[in-house]
């Protein structure tokens, strides 16, 4: 069998050439980083669930209409994804101040916001992802103002779906970071949601115990990741059969 070709390599996932022009195929490994890689891990079974749980929103939201590069799961890691070409910047959605937020305005975390805060921060790890004003992403040409309105209207429509998809499971969804790609075709051009969709990339709370059930498990050693992720991906209905099991027995009501 001839070995695929590998497209990209990132620290979550490995993008390789897909079955057709146009396609990729995404594999979701089960490496774990934070604080710009300074701190790594293998979670086994993170890949598999993030692999499920990035098909759920994504099909979720191309049903209510919101364009993502989503084609189909593949496999237990791998789904197959249009090629598209990302937009270096990291798309943040806040409902609550939180992490990078709450530390630089000095805001204590879980403090409701007025409405969501759509931010932007370019993708650069050697400069560790700064924040960059919107000014600043028209002057220098990284995206043109119907981009940026575009942008700011597919991130409030995610927002909008993902808070309300998390709320019928009694989960907040306190921000989230999404990625947006170029989508060609033929003449034309159209902004799609791109990257994934998963516990790496949101905050998500328990909405009555306040249990953190993301990301910042890992970061801030507070328990079992994969653990937290099979929380969210049992209560959504999207748990896989082979995917690790809670390692604590579960109390019954
Ligand atoms: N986020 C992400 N990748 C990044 C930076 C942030 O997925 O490189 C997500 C993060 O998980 C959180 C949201 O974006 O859900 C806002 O992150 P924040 O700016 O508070 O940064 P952090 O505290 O994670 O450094």
Redesign the pocket.
């Known amino acids: 069998m001839s070995r695929r070709k590998k497209i990209y390599e990132g620290k979550a996932k490995t993008l390789y050439e897909g079955p057709e022009p146009g396609t990729l195929v995404q594999y979701f490994k089960d490496d774990a980083t934070?604080?710009n890689a300074e701190k790594r891990d293998v979670i086994e079974g993170k890949g598999v669930l993030n692999n499920r749980l990035s098909e759920f929103f994504m099909t979720g939201l191309g049903q209510i209409g919101v364009p993502t590069h989503f084609l189909k799961r593949i496999n237990m890691r791998e789904q197959l994804i249009r090629a598209v070409e990302i937009i270096p910047l990291?798309v943040?959605v806040?409902n609550y101040a939180?992490?990078?937020?709450?530390?630089r305005l000095g805001m204590e975390e879980g403090t409701v916001l007025p409405r969501p805060i759509v931010?932007f921060?370019y993708?650069d790890d050697s400069l560790g992802?700064p924040?960059v004003p919107e000014e600043y992403i028209i002057a220098l040409g990284w995206a043109s103002q119907q981009d940026l309105d575009d942008m700011v209207a597919l991130a409030l429509r995610v927002n909008d779906f993902m808070a309300g998809v998390m709320y019928g499971v009694g989960i907040k969804l306190?921000?989230?970071?999404i990625e947006i790609g170029r989508l060609y075709e033929g003449d034309f051009q159209r902004l799609v949601v791109a990257d994934e969709i998963s516990p790496?990339?949101?905050?998500l709370w328990d909405l009555e115990t306040g249990q953190k059930l993301?990301?910042?498990v890992f970061?801030r050693d507070l328990g079992n990741l994969a653990d937290a992720y099979t929380e969210v991906a049992r209560r959504l209905g999207v748990l896989p059969q082979n995917a690790p099991q809670p390692s604590k027995p579960t109390l019954i009501n």
């Open positions: 934070a604080f990291e943040i806040r939180a992490g990078s937020m709450a530390k931010e921060s993708k992802d924040l306190v921000d989230f970071k790496d990339s949101c905050r993301d990301k910042d970061r």
